[in-house]
């Protein structure tokens, strides 16, 4: 079986296929993931196989691979990618009683094709000492011109920013999310560049006031090797917006068992062992996620950051209003 799969640049954790397997495909890139995946083989005896990949990659593997695919689950970032996913028919609906249980209504898919296994939050940054968290409150005032030359933040081609513009889209419909986007284009302090990440260094380096970037990116970059992560996050703090009639964005990373799975039953054991305690619980605190299993605690350097009230629509709706998001973003001169 594994010798009809093209690597091109994709990498293969194993080059051995067990008579008891599963086969996952996934965008996470994590240390946190190989712990657990290695996890799930001492408790079980189920060999797990991996293919990682960005998720475009992954979904157009997955299409041109049709019938004849390996893989049993796709692991990916975002609601939106996982809607992608679902919309493209490379997933199937499963049952679960434990899933069904114990993830939330609001951070899986409706037909039961996927689930979350972790939550981000899409938050603002600022310097310490500059005074800026004075002026910050909604996701909405950001488009307020007291904020002009104050923002940094990627490009709309990333998925993160179309689905808090999906979120805005929901909240308040198309027509007031373009206004929105219209406002944060007109408050840039420059043309938008670089991942999160970049976003935070620019600000801790005197480039606008304001940075908009998820939150485990954060716990990334306070236990970094590079010196220059730490140094510039160490100048920062985390502020919570939230939507004027809602809570703070959350987004999710999550799982589904693929359309033509060979070993579905294994799939869904995968997947209820990733939202299990014990893997919850390695998700927050190594990869500064936050657990989607309530009971769970955050890591004590997530929890430093405050707490917060999170915004309860449907993550489904990320996916769903993403083509919109797009559209609108083009519309707003977003680049």
């Known amino acids: 079986m594994l010798k009809k799969l093209a690597l091109g640049t994709l990498v293969l954790a194993s080059s051995v296929f067990a008579a008891s397997e599963v086969n996952v495909y996934s965008v996470r890139?994590?240390?946190?993931?190989?712990?657990?995946?290695?996890?799930?083989?001492?408790?079980?005896?189920?060999?797990?196989n991996v293919v990682k990949a960005k998720g475009g990659a992954l979904i157009k593997r997955l299409k041109s691979e049709g019938k004849n695919s390996p893989a049993d689950i796709l692991i990916t970032v975002d609601a939106g990618n996982l809607y992608k996913a679902k919309s493209a028919d490379l997933l199937q609906s499963i049952e679960s009683d434990y899933l069904a249980k114990n993830i939330p209504t609001n951070l899986k898919d409706k037909d039961n094709t996927w689930f979350a296994l972790t939550k981000r939050s899409r938050v603002t940054l600022y310097k310490i000492g500059s005074g800026t968290e004075k002026m910050l409150s909604t996701y909405e005032d950001l488009a307020d011109p007291k904020f002009k030359g104050k923002i940094v933040v990627r490009s709309s081609s990333n998925i993160y920013n179309q689905s808090l513009l999906a979120a805005m889209i929901e909240h308040h419909g198309e027509a007031k999310a373009l206004e929105w986007a219209k406002g944060v284009v007109a408050n840039m302090a420059r043309d938008p560049k670089g991942n999160d990440r970049a976003q935070v260094k620019a600000v801790a380096n005197g480039i606008g006031a304001v940075a908009i970037a998820n939150t485990y990116y954060v716990g990334k970059m306070v236990n970094n090797k590079d010196a220059s992560q730490r140094d510039a996050i160490a100048k920062m703090k985390v502020f919570f917006p939230t939507f004027k009639n809602g809570g703070t964005h959350v987004n999710v990373s999550g799982a589904g068992v693929t359309k033509y799975s060979p070993n579905k039953a294994n799939a869904i054991k995968f997947i209820e062992f990733l939202a299990s305690?014990?893997?919850?619980?390695?998700?927050?605190?190594?990869?500064?996620?936050?657990?989607?299993?309530?009971?769970?605690?955050?890591?004590?350097?997530v929890s430093s950051w405050g707490t917060f009230k999170e915004d309860t629509i449907s993550v489904d709706r990320l996916g769903e209003n993403n083509a919109k998001a797009v559209k609108i973003f083009d519309k707003a001169g977003w680049k």
Request: proline share 2%; aromatic share 14%; charged share 35%.
């Open 29 to 48: 890139h994590y240390d946190t993931d190989k712990k657990l995946f290695k996890m799930f083989e001492e408790k079980t005896g189920i060999k797990v």
């Open 277 to 301: 305690t014990d893997a919850q619980e390695l998700f927050a605190k190594a990869n500064y996620e936050y657990p989607v299993l309530a009971g769970v605690k955050s890591s004590d350097l």
